[in-house]
Structures are given as structure tokens and as C-alpha cells.
């Protein structure tokens, strides 16, 4: 039996977001609006100083006070330091990241000295302010290249001139030998700014340890909460996987801030099984500018060389990337894979040198933020070539056209180690840009200004860019360091009234994922949109998945989702030839009739 008529697809509709309602009436679900009988609450005291050596700690006087249930530092917490999953690949990597508190050495504004446990956030606060930190200051060093001098502050004993790794890719000799060959060569230091994660809803979490049973459940508001509990059970809190349960409520935004694992989540669970009680910690607005994982910071010198006619030739780059006081969880591949090996963009550069020295600094930890790499990336090569086009007096256009990768020379290697570019027309697209912007109308009123002395002068400026993303289980992005397999799962169950429940590793934070998924599952499976269920961000229900960042949402958890729909459709073949008494070959499926 075949279908009549097929339904509408659902994919490339405008639909209202179906997660929109409770989220603008108020209904949403965060860390803040999740109360547990007999809950604590923990406030963390914070150095206010960069770099220092811890004296004295007092506590008595914060033990004291009214409501407190306990007061503990760094050398009360037994947890080893948290691991860093993605160390930049093939070179030595200098290793240090943090511990819960700091014992004896504080290293940036914002480091976790003690912790304050009270019935309330209220009376959790006046404890902290009542305890008693002696400190003996140090020199303080926040620049991601003076780090690296002789006579610099140190920060770790085993990183000799604050330097965590250094790292290349591509061919410094021939790229020097063009360099020295080339018509014209143009240097430049350009800096690419820190930037401070700034989501809605700050960081926050809680966690209820049953003594009975030796399982923690976790209430986190992170991206990837599968991932969270591997690394929570394997290198932290030394338990089995099985016993942590991660749910992540809804996620008031990210920007890839709330990928990373971070001590508080550590603390919640040791302080949970040693006091008994459920604990929440939630991060303040001012917490969240020092705490949180923060982005960018590099030092660039760039030299670019170009033949007359604005062919660039070669480009080197030497980037100081600043990672902060310590290595958060995938901090050493941010500006290695993915910005070291994406410099070339869409340009043919047959010559191309990247040598990233990774630092420490008294500064807040550096990782992958709003593009992670990429965007940093882009910056380089983009300024390279308007630099060339200055030089040499040339419209900044035409010399991005002259080194734009052709059309016909795909699939194309960039020699710097990134994965080979499949397909592409640059030209195509500028061209297209062009005509929308009328470029030659928007030239013409930029000069009539300019001549004129008279309103606001009109800048005119163009980035092209290429994109890693949608990150994979590739052999590649296994031999560039990444500690993990970032495959994806989805489980899909029909039940027996025709309704559709789907579960996903993936974690949504304000992409609508709950609607782009059901529209995927109501075209695959032929079921009402309105008859489908789309959950995620809970380890116990959903199947393994390694989160929501670098646009892999849809390309990877989304056809895991697709795969699913195969296999049910498969299953329901099966069953249509029994009831049809036919074979299975002589089925034929559409829009959700057999």
C-alpha cells in the first residue's frame, strides 16, 4: 500500500520556536529556580590580588557565625587538579591547571582561596567576609609575550619562561625563502583582544550525594553534561561513571563558556559527600568577569609577502596566545588546530609558517569562545591582505579576488595540516556581495565625503572567511590531540499511541534545537510535528553525547537523529510485510504510510 498524497515537509517552514512559550512567559527551568529539601548554599572567596603567596588563612571567626555549617580552604579539599582533555598535539606540553581552592600560591584575580557553606547565600557571604587571608604579593605579569622574557615573573615550576608549549605548522624554510624573494613584504603586530564571556544566566550547579547508594546527581548548566560526568567520575571524584547522574536544566546562553569542566562543579560534589546535605553554588555577575573561562588574547607579528601585482607569496606568523593562570579543559587546541592551521582562509598562499607559543599569565583561564580559534584566525590573514593592498595601492577587493583559491582546484590541501577543503567558489560569492552592497555606489559616496570635509566619513571593509566546524569522529581531529571519540546518540521511541519521543546527547542553549529536531523527525517518520517530543540534558535518560559547540548540533547529533529515523522505518517495514503478508521488498514507505 502506498500513500496517497504526501504531507507538507516540516524542514524550511517558518515556525514559531516551540521552546519560545516558557521561556517568554517564564516557565523555563534554571539552576536558580531548582530548591532541594535541606539545601546549602556555598559562597567562594576569591583572591583580590594576581599574584601571591598565601601567608595565613583564618577561618575561626567565618566557622562562628550564624547559620554556617563549614569553612573549608584548599589543603581541606583532597581532589587532584582538574585534566586538560585537548594539550596541543605533537609538541611538549607544560601541563598545570587548577586545583578546587588554591593551597599555598594564588596566580590571578579571582582565584578560589576557601569556601563558606551556610543555610543561606546571605549568611554563606557575611562567612566569607569574615575570613581572615594574610597574603605576600608578587610581581605580576598579564602580557602573553613579556611572560615569556628572561626575568619575568614564573608562574610553575615546570614551565620555564611561563611557556606551556610551542607549536608550528607549515614550512618555515620556504616560506622564509619567499619571504626574502618577494617583491614586496609587509610586517605588522596586530593584537586580538581578551574577551569575557558575558552569558544571561551566570554559571552555577547542584549536587546531591546519596550515602546510601554512593551516587551523586549533578545539576549543571553546561553544554556538554555527558561529558562532564566522564570527567567528574574518572579524574576527579574517582567513582564509577555509573554513579553520577548530570541533568543540565535549561541554559540562560554560553558562547562555549559552559563547555568546560571547572572546580566549582568538583567542589559541589566533595562538599556534598562530606557534609551530607545537598549544596548549590551560583556564580555572581562579578564572579562571571574573573571565573569564567575567558577568550582570545593573542600577539601577533605578521609578515606577508606579495608580488607587485598583489599575488601574496608567503605569510608567517608568530602568535603569543595567552591561556591564563592554568590550561582549562581544551585550552591548548583552541589556538593551535583550530587557528594555527586555519590561517590561510580561502587563499591560495603557496608559502605559510604558524609558530603559536602558548603562556601563562596572571590572568583568568582561556578557551574556546564565540569561534574558538577560528575567528582569531580570520583576523591574520584578513588583515594581511589589506595591508598588502595598502601597500602596494590597490583596491582591497581585487587582491583578495587575485588569491582567492580557484573553483577548479578543489578538493585543495593548504600544506598547514587542516583537513582538505572539499568544494568552494569564492569568486562567485565576493561577486555576489558586490552587486548586493553596489560597491562601486558605496566607493563613490565614500570619496564625495571625504572630498566634501562636511558629515561622517563612510569605511568600507571586507572578511572573508573559511570555517572548521561540526566537529566529528574523524581520524584527523583524533591525531590532533582531541581526548575524546565527539561522536553523537539519539535514542527514538514510538509509542504505542503513535506519539514520538526523541532523546539526544546534544545540549541545547538557545539554538531551538527542541523545533529543528521534531521538524527532522516529522519529515523522516511522516508523524505530526505537534506529535513529537524532544528531550535532552540528563545522563540518565538521553544516550552518550559529547555536546552542543563548534556548530556540530545539527551536523553531528542531527544525523544521529536521521540514522535513528532509518532504523525505525526498517522495524515498521518488517512489520507492514507481516501484516500485508508480502515481502519486505514489496513495501514501499511515504510520509508515514507503509
Not at 552569558?199 to 556538554?224: H, K, M, Y
Amino acid at each position: 500500500m502506498v500513500a496517497t498524497a504526501e504531507k507538507q515537509k516540516m524542514i524550511g517552514q517558518r515556525l514559531k520556536r516551540r521552546e519560545d512559550p516558557r521561556f517568554i512567559t517564564g516557565q523555563g527551568r534554571y539552576i536558580e529556580d531548582i530548591v532541594l529539601p535541606g539545601m546549602l548554599h556555598a559562597v567562594i572567596l576569591r583572591s583580590p590580588y594576581a599574584h601571591a603567596r598565601i601567608s595565613s588563612i583564618d577561618t575561626s571567626a567565618a566557622a562562628a557565625m550564624p547559620g554556617v555549617v563549614a569553612v573549608f580552604t584548599g589543603h581541606d579539599i583532597d581532589l587532584p587538579a582538574l585534566p586538560c582533555a585537548w594539550q596541543a598535539a605533537g609538541v611538549p606540553n607544560n601541563v598545570n591547571t587548577p586545583t578546587v581552592l588554591a593551597k599555598d600560591e594564588v596566580h590571578w584575580i579571582g582565584d578560589p582561596v576557601a569556601v563558606a557553606v551556610a543555610a543561606t547565600v546571605g549568611e554563606a557571604r557575611d562567612a566569607v567576609d569574615a575570613i581572615d587571608v594574610q597574603y605576600e604579593t608578587l610581581p605580576v605579569v598579564i602580557d602573553a609575550e613579556a611572560t615569556t622574557h628572561d626575568g619575568a615573573p614564573q608562574l610553575h615550576e615546570n614551565a620555564p619562561n611561563n611557556v606551556a608549549f610551542d607549536w608550528t605548522c607549515g614550512n618555515q624554510e620556504s616560506t622564509d625563502a619567499a619571504l626574502g624573494q618577494a617583491e614586496v613584504v609587509v610586517r605588522q603586530r596586530v593584537r586580538n583582544q581578551r574577551l569575557i564571556a558575558t552569558p544571561i544566566e551566570t554559571r552555577g550547579g547542584i549536587c546531591q550525594f546519596n550515602s546510601g547508594t554512593d551516587e551523586f546527581t549533578f545539576w549543571l548548566n553546561v553544554q556538554a553534561p555527558h561529558v562532564h560526568r566522564l570527567v567528574l567520575a574518572a579524574f576527579v571524584l574517582g567513582v564509577p561513571e555509573q554513579n553520577i547522574r548530570v541533568i543540565a536544566p535549561d541554559i540562560g546562553g554560553a558562547f562555549g563558556s559552559k563547555i568546560f569542566m571547572y572546580t566549582e562543579h568538583a567542589m559541589l560534589g566533595w562538599l556534598s559527600r562530606k557534609l551530607g546535605r545537598p549544596v548549590k553554588w551560583t556564580e555572581t555577575r562579578a564572579e562571571c568577569s574573573v571565573a569564567t573561562a575567558q577568550g582570545r588574547d593573542h600577539v601577533t607579528d605578521i609578515a606577508v609577502g606579495a608580488t607587485r601585482d598583489g599575488t601574496v607569496t608567503a605569510l608567517k606568523v608568530k602568535t603569543w596566545a595567552n591561556l591564563g593562570a592554568y590550561l582549562s579543559t581544551v585550552a591548548g587546541g583552541i589556538p593551535t588546530t583550530l587557528y594555527g592551521r586555519m590561517v590561510a582562509g580561502p587563499y591560495k598562499i603557496p608559502n605559510i609558517f604558524v609558530d603559536v607559543i602558548g603562556t601563562y599569565t596572571n590572568t583568568a583561564l582561556v578557551d574556546a569562545y564565540r569561534g574558538a580559534g577560528r575567528p582569531e584566525a580570520t583576523y591574520v590573514v584578513e588583515r594581511a591582505m589589506d595591508l598588502v593592498a595598502d601597500e602596494l595601492g590597490l583596491d582591497p577587493v581585487e587582491v583578495r579576488r587575485r588569491n582567492f583559491i580557484p573553483a577548479d582546484a578543489f578538493p585543495y590541501d593548504t600544506g598547514i595540516g587542516m583537513l582538505p577543503y572539499d568544494s568552494g567558489d569564492y569568486e562567485k560569492a565576493l561577486d555576489k556581495a558586490l552587486e548586493m552592497l553596489d560597491y562601486d555606489s558605496l566607493l563613490a559616496e565614500q570619496q564625495l565625503r571625504r572630498a566634501s570635509g562636511h558629515g561622517k566619513h563612510l569605511g568600507v571593509g571586507f572578511s572573508t572567511y573559511v570555517e572548521t566546524c561540526g566537529l566529528a569522529p574523524t581520524a584527523w581531529i583524533t591525531g590532533q590531540g582531541w581526548g575524546a571519540g565527539l561522536f553523537e546518540s539519539a535514542n527514538i521511541k514510538v509509542h504505542l499511541t503513535g506519539k514520538v519521543v526523541v532523546t539526544t546527547g546534544s545540549m541545547p542553549h538557545g539554538q531551538g534545537h527542541e523545533t529543528t529536531y521534531a521538524q527532522v523527525v516529522a519529515d523522516k517518520l511522516g508523524v505530526p510535528y505537534d506529535d513529537i517530543q524532544v528531550k535532552f540534558g540528563d545522563t540518565l535518560a538521553a544516550p552518550m553525547g559529547y555536546g552542543s559547540y563548534g556548530s556540530r548540533s545539527l551536523a553531528v547529533g542531527g544525523e544521529a537523529i536521521v540514522r535513528c529515523t532509518t532504523k525505525i522505518v526498517d522495524k515498521g517495514r518488517k512489520l507492514a510485510a507481516h501484516l500485508l503478508e508480502v515481502g519486505e521488498d514489496d513495501i514501499e514507505f511515504n510520509s508515514g504510510t507503509f
